[in-house]
């Protein structure tokens, strides 16, 4: 497993994972999610025990950063194949999100711009794994105006444009 960290804000870090042989995505796909490693699931992910992560964050009972662990169960799910669920965990995160960044001891502006363009590119990345690939450019787009800089959701948008010319031109 292929990833990369750095940090988000004292307490939660992020770790871009690469998706490969483990899913069954194209050879020429090279899509990324991210996960929260300070976060329930992350060792579990990091070990590519993705059943026993799913299943230890789907009872989690957390009372703050819901985006983190619907984040975590998400990549957990889009690793295990288990798209429909990965949906779901994503949208999940997308929702939460907001509500915890205004509620816990809330990051800078570039700090939750930052969050939300990881939950942005992890969506689009389900999407584009699921065939909607203009879903997935929108989530990339979005995530890319909120966070200009981002390497994932810029790769992933590399990704899913690529995949459309090579359809088209088939």
């Keep these: 497993m292929t990833h990369t960290k750095r940090p988000l804000r004292s307490a939660a870090f992020v770790a871009t994972l690469a998706l490969g042989a483990a899913t069954a995505v194209p050879a020429h796909a090279a899509y990324h999610v991210t996960a929260f490693e300070n976060s329930l699931g992350y060792a579990q992910i990091e070990s590519e025990d993705y059943a026993a992560a ?15 662990v619907a ?6 799910q889009v690793k295990a194949d288990d798209l ?14 907001p509500v915890d960044l205004g509620t816990t001891v809330s990051p800078s502006p570039r700090r939750r711009a930052e969050i939300m363009t990881h939950l942005y590119s992890n969506r689009g990345v389900v999407k584009a794994l699921s065939g909607d690939h203009f879903g997935a450019r ?7 105006s909120l ?13 899913v444009s690529a995949a459309d010319v090579a359809s088209q031109s088939e």
């Design 54 to 68: 799913s299943s230890m964050l789907r009872r989690a009972t957390v009372a703050d950063q819901r985006y983190a």
């Design 71 to 76: 984040t975590n169960l998400c990549v957990s």
């Design 84 to 97: 429909a669920a990965a949906m779901a965990s994503c949208e999940r995160a997308v929702r939460a999100a």
């Design 138 to 144: 929108d989530d990339f787009e979005r995530a890319l």
């Design 147 to 159: 966070d200009p800089d981002n390497a994932n959701a810029r790769r992933n948008l590399d990704v």
